[in-house]
């Protein structure tokens, strides 16, 4: 996208700018050494998530962040590409 007709200044779109703030943040994380909590690759039926959906307040902390996750996205695609 270019900002003005004057200009050839180019403008990241929403899904550019959180690609690449995601990129760093994942090259900071791999080179930092810092311990970042495991993302199951089970499915809740199979196991995975079984300490937080067993923690009080749990499954519902996991929707929130979930509805909220997907929320952005969706509104980040809002004629933007």
Known sequence: MLLGLWTHKRVESASELFRRQHSLWLTRAL???REYPRIPVRAVTA???SR???RPGGPALA???WSHAFD???DAGDGDE
Do not use: F, K, S
């Open 31 to 33: 080179r930092g050494g």
């Open 63 to 65: 929707e929130r962040w």
């Open 47 to 49: 196991g995975g998530w």
């Open 72 to 74: 952005r996205v969706d």
């Open 52 to 54: 937080l959906m067993a």
